[in-house]
């Protein structure tokens, strides 16, 4: 099968790289190309028969939406243009959102604290009520609209992904370990007892195994590494390094955030294996000597 995939010079899209490259003829489209120059003879040269859609710009900082900023050019253009691009074809599109859409989901009387973490009381569903608050969960939600527009799009949200490489950006993961492997204390917010359950890659790469060899579409599913994985960020620290120094700073805003990953079962027969514990060292190492994905 061809696969285009968009923003594979990403942190996540570089690890789809390496996952899909082993299973499918991937031709990449980057910044250089730009998702906002793709059209139908585009595709139809290329052959394509799926398209994974991992472009975005990442802005938490801004609140407000802005018309003509750059997260609203790729962000919502980018998708509009891709979804005009496949009009009348049957292509299947994967396109990648967030959690962000959700916006903070759990409040103090969700959790229940402990001495390191904060535990969920739930978990939310593929189902739960929006609530963007930053221009990047914004845009991203207008983009979930616009790909639902195409027949034979799904939607995969995600919590927290990484991978077992070096990236220029990283995770925040992956971007602990760079302070770490530095021996500089860690600063942290919201007492650093926030959990997350996140997800590897590969796994990722398994879920859209899944989708493209299924006749589920028109869907909009959430994916992260499941009640295997959940961490809070101070127990992630000390898994990594037990002695590390840690500042708390500021309130507690952020109680965390957990999937239940539902439709991701129930629709494409699929959970989250690979335990972050079994990949840390494999990340220490790979960060350590800037072993990054070959593209």
């Not at 899909?20 to 003879?41: H, M």
Request: glycine share 8%; net charge positive; hydrophobic share 40%.
């Amino acid at each position: 099968m061809k696969i285009l995939l968009i923003g594979h010079e990403g942190y996540i899209g570089s690890g789809l790289y390496r996952y899909l490259s082993t299973r499918y003829q991937v031709t990449c489209w980057g910044k250089k190309n730009d998702i906002c120059t793709l059209n139908a003879p585009i595709l139809k040269e290329l052959k394509i028969k799926a398209i994974i859609n991992c472009a975005a710009v990442i802005d938490r900082i801004s609140m407000g939406f802005v018309v003509g900023s750059e997260s609203d050019r790729v962000n919502v253009n980018g998708m509009y243009t891709l979804v005009r691009a496949l009009k009348d074809q049957e292509v299947k599109l994967i396109h990648i959102s967030t959690k962000d859409v959700f916006g903070m989901a759990y409040t103090s009387t969700d959790v229940d604290e402990n001495a390191d973490s904060y535990k969920p009381k739930f978990f939310i569903d593929d189902n739960y009520a929006f609530s963007p608050e930053t221009i990047y969960a914004k845009t991203k939600l207008m983009g979930e609209y616009i790909a639902e527009s195409h027949p034979f799009a799904v939607i995969i949200r995600l919590s927290c992904c990484y991978t077992d490489y070096y990236h220029h950006r990283g995770s925040w993961i992956h971007n602990l370990i760079k302070i770490l492997l530095q021996g500089k204390p860690v600063t942290v917010t919201d007492e650093g007892k926030q959990f997350r359950a996140p997800l590897n890659v590969d796994d990722l790469g398994g879920l859209i195994d899944n989708i493209l060899v299924s006749d589920a579409y028109g869907v909009k599913i959430n994916a992260d590494g499941g009640i295997n994985n959940i961490y809070s960020v101070l127990q992630v620290i000390r898994m990594i390094a037990p002695n590390a120094k840690i500042n708390k700073v500021g309130d507690v805003l952020d109680y965390g955030f957990a999937f239940n990953n539902r439709l991701a079962g129930t629709l494409f027969n699929w959970k989250p294996s690979i335990l972050l514990s079994d990949r840390l060292p494999v990340m220490r190492e790979n960060i350590n000597l800037r072993r990054a994905i070959s593209v």
